[in-house]
């Protein structure tokens, strides 16, 4: 900081705000902190008694945190992103789509590493639409050492940290097992829950059938679903430790490559993931997400919705914020399940 001739104060950096008062017109401040001063408000800051100001002085090898957002917001922002403008420093990135927000988050964690560097987030893997906050970035300082933007740029890597997908995966065969249901003692109530949660992401149940519970039966709708132009199969229920729960079993005699049978997240222990050859997935939904709320059903659709391809490590990642506390009034996702 330096304090230098309001005359030769153009293209300087203001240190703090400047308050002007014209009585009984206006109080406030006239310039803030960080702006950069032009030819036109030099007769201005005279007329506020502004003889001499205290700036930063932009060096060589310095960038204003206006720059310096602009910088990191270039880090974050893929193709469905929307830059907010830059105000005091700070930008932020919003939604353009409706989607699934994807953050790397040892990239993010790497950047934010660096002394005087910061990029907040919404958590990651949840449903975002048009217009929906994502991040902001801005520098710690007025001014800052390009080389710290340098290192965030380095620990970034070449592509985008932050990411929001459109959902591709459009529609779902959905296979109800239960002898209970099939022969008709009880109405079906897990399907309609199945369906009204694919529906909020744009999946439409194009295929359904209901089966009675043991292996053979089970496996042969599932093979017969493979057969439909489907992008999902779902199955429901069968799906714990009962003799004749038999869904896990028929799932992979039908030639999928099981992801997880198991996940550390409460409710939604006995979930199951695959992948068949040709990459669509398959899942085994256990009943709790006939009854519950919220689940892992909940936390990993909109990611399958979106193509993201899960892996053990993804499942693995699920245990902190893996609990719901089942409070009286369920406020999912503005919580801490799935995530803190
Ligand atoms: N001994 C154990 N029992 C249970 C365990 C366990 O680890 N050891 N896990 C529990 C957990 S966690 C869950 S979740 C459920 C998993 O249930 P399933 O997926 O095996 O569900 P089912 O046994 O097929 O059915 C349970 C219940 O829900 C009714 N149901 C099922 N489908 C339908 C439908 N389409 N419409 C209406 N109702 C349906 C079914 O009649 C049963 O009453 O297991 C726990 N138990
Ligand atoms: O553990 Mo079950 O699959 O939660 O409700």
Redesign the pocket.
């Known amino acids: 900081m330096k304090c230098i001739k309001t005359e030769d104060a153009v293209g300087h950096v203001l240190c703090h705000d400047m308050t002007q008062i014209i009585p009984g017109v206006s109080k406030g401040p006239r310039f803030r902190k960080g702006h950069i001063v032009t030819a036109e408000d030099i007769p201005v800051l005279l007329s506020m008694g502004k003889e001499q100001l205290y700036v930063w002085e932009l060096e060589p090898g310095f960038l204003h945190e206006n720059d310096a957002a602009e910088r990191l917001c270039a880090l974050c922002q893929n193709a469905n992103m929307r830059k907010s403008e830059t105000k005091e420093g700070k930008i932020e990135l919003s939604s353009d789509i409706d989607g699934v927000f994807l953050v790397d988050t040892e990239r993010l964690n790497a950047v934010n590493s660096i002394d005087e560097i910061m990029i907040a987030t919404r958590r990651g893997n949840g449903i975002v639409h048009p217009g929906d906050k994502l991040c902001g970035t801005r520098v710690i300082p007025l001014v800052i050492e390009e080389e710290k933007l340098r290192q965030a740029e380095q620990a970034a890597g070449g592509t985008p940290i932050l990411e929001v997908r459109p959902f591709t995966l459009k529609t779902a065969a959905v296979v ?3 002898s ?2 099939a022969k008709g003692r ?6 309609p829950v199945v369906e009204r949660k694919l529906a909020a992401l744009g999946i439409r149940m194009t295929e359904h059938v209901l089966v009675e519970d043991g292996m053979e039966n089970v496996a042969a709708a599932i093979e017969q679903m493979k057969n439909k132009p489907v992008d999902m199969i779902l199955c ?7 003799p004749d ?1 038999s869904t896990p079993g028929a799932i992979k005699q039908s030639g999928a490559d099981i992801v997880t049978y198991g996940a550390p997240v409460l ?1 939604g ?2 979930f199951l993931l695959g992948y068949y050859a040709d990459g669509r997935p398959v899942m085994g939904l ?3 997400v ?1 009854y519950a709320k919220a689940t892992i059903f909940d936390l990993v659709l909109p990611r399958i919705a979106a193509g993201v391809r899960l892996t053990r490590r993804d499942f693995v990642a699920l245990g902190e914020g893996g609990l719901c506390l089942g409070c009286e009034v369920c406020t999912y996702p503005h919580c801490g399940f799935g995530g803190v």
């Open positions: 109800t097992t239960g209970e249901v009880i109405p079906d109530s897990f399907t429901t229920g069968g799906m714990s430790v009962d729960d409710p222990a006995m256990p009943g709790c006939m």
